[in-house]
């Protein structure tokens, strides 16, 4: 990838560019249903990432603490304990200063966020999680444009993780605090590249194997 053809403010790294999106976002409390558009008032300055956020309840726990339903939910198992601080809004904006190049994608990285989360760019909902402890990519080629974007991430407490009716969580719930707890970044990559590396050792027959996954997002197949 050549840096002439990357558009600002896209940094080259390898074969691929990325444009790391911490730093100082806006939030605002929000409902568990996470329904957008969000709120258009009570938006405030907010850092991105985290470790702890004042606008998600931590349900009065440490960060490795082990919840249970009687931590979160009234004597129902239906209805949360408390009314506010179980949802918010982060948004920020994003300019890019140009075209993206062909045979490249544009892939959101989010390495951590806790527990529920919507992602939306430019108003196009493009991905959602309930993977609070991994890292999560959303493929966002087709939403974002050259110009101004805004990037728009609902997150909601383990109240969205919780089946009512078959009395369990959907996900783990345990480990970090609500929020996004690590990084958010926009990463430009091949159509075809490598997503994934597992390497398998063997001492006693001194080998190593290594098995790859490739994704091919381009029109045609392709032989590598």
Same mark, same amino acid.
């Given at each position: 990838?050549?840096?002439? &053809?990357?558009?600002?403010?896209? #940094?080259?790294?390898?074969?691929?560019?990325?444009?790391?999106?911490?730093?100082?976002?806006?939030?605002?409390?929000?409902?568990?249903?996470?329904?957008?558009?969000?709120?258009?008032?009570?938006?405030?300055?907010?850092?991105?990432? @985290?470790?702890?956020?004042?606008?998600?309840?931590?349900?009065?726990?440490?960060?490795?603490?082990? @919840?249970?339903?009687?931590?979160?939910?009234?004597?129902?198992?239906?209805?949360?304990?408390?009314?506010?601080?179980?949802?918010?809004?982060?948004?920020?904006?994003?300019?890019?200063?140009?075209?993206?190049?062909?045979?490249?994608?544009?892939?959101?990285?989010?390495?951590?966020?806790?527990?529920?989360?919507?992602?939306?760019?430019?108003?196009?909902?493009?991905?959602?999680? &309930?993977?609070?402890?991994?890292?999560?990519?959303?493929?966002?080629?087709?939403?974002?444009?050259?110009?101004?974007?805004?990037?728009?991430?609902?997150?909601?407490?383990?109240?969205?993780?919780?089946?009512?009716?078959?009395?369990?969580?959907?996900?783990?719930?345990?480990?970090?605090?609500?929020?996004?707890?690590?990084?958010?970044?926009?990463?430009?990559?091949?159509?075809?590249?490598?997503?994934?590396?597992?390497?398998?050792?063997? #001492?006693?027959?001194?080998?190593?194997?290594?098995?790859?996954?490739?994704?091919?997002?381009?029109?045609?197949?392709?032989? &590598?």
């Amino acid at each position: 990838m050549q840096s002439a &053809v990357v558009p600002s403010p896209f #940094v080259i790294d390898g074969t691929r560019a990325t444009f790391d999106l911490g730093g100082m976002w806006e939030a605002c409390p929000g409902e568990p249903a996470l329904v957008f558009p969000p709120p258009t008032a009570g938006w405030k300055p907010h850092t991105v990432p @985290h470790y702890e956020t004042n606008l998600l309840d931590s349900d009065g726990a440490g960060q490795y603490f082990v @919840h249970t339903p009687d931590n979160i939910f009234q004597a129902d198992g239906k209805t949360p304990k408390r009314a506010d601080k179980l949802a918010a809004w982060f948004r920020r904006s994003i300019t890019v200063g140009g075209p993206i190049p062909n045979g490249s994608k544009v892939l959101l990285q989010c390495d951590g966020i806790a527990w529920y989360s919507e992602v939306w760019l430019n108003g196009i909902r493009v991905g959602n999680s &309930v993977l609070g402890t991994a890292p999560n990519t959303y493929d966002v080629t087709a939403a974002l444009r050259v110009g101004d974007n805004q990037l728009v991430i609902g997150v909601a407490g383990r109240v969205r993780l919780w089946d009512s009716e078959r009395k369990t969580f959907i996900a783990p719930f345990t480990g970090p605090m609500p929020g996004i707890y690590d990084g958010v970044r926009l990463e430009l990559a091949p159509d075809l590249r490598i997503d994934d590396i597992f390497v398998r050792t063997s #001492v006693e027959k001194k080998r190593i194997e290594v098995d790859l996954t490739l994704i091919n997002d381009g029109q045609t197949a392709r032989t &590598v």
